[in-house]
């Protein structure tokens, strides 16, 4: 399981870096094609997201942090699949109508957790 983290924080210093350095290509382009009527289709991926984070905690060198941001993902795919529609939409109709700062600061958090979960994984 560790390999799923090594992707994972892969994933998330590259969307980090990209969202940085091409906020308007991020935003456009990838974001955009996000957009959906009903959240409750993208609950499977955070939901299987956390499992496996949960799965490969053991694998890590801080398992707290992994099972903290297992618990997370799998919060978020609850919120979306049982979550109040109205209350879910306006949140994610915030996050498309971020200003750059925003999505630059997300960016910088984003990379950080990539980095972190790659510190967690090397012994």
């Known amino acids: 399981m560790i390999w ?6 892969l994933l998330y210093v590259m969307a980090g870096t990209l969202m940085l350095l091409a906020t308007r ?6 974001l955009s094609k ?22 490969s ?15 997370l993902s799998l919060l978020k795919g609850l919120v979306f699949l049982f979550g109040p529609r109205e209350k879910v939409k306006g949140m994610i109709d915030w996050w498309f109508a ?11 958090v984003v990379m950080g957790l990539g980095i972190a979960i790659l510190a967690t994984i090397v012994h």
């Open 4 to 9: 799923y983290l090594f992707v994972v924080a």
């Open 25 to 30: 290509v991020m935003r456009e382009d990838y």
């Open 34 to 55: 996000l957009k959906v009527g009903d959240p409750r289709k993208w609950s499977p991926l955070p939901l299987g997201a956390g499992i496996l984070f949960l799965l």
């Open 57 to 71: 905690a053991s694998s890590s060198s801080q398992v707290t942090f992994i099972v903290v941001l297992g618990l």
């Open 98 to 108: 971020a200003s750059d700062k925003t999505y630059r600061v997300c960016a910088v």
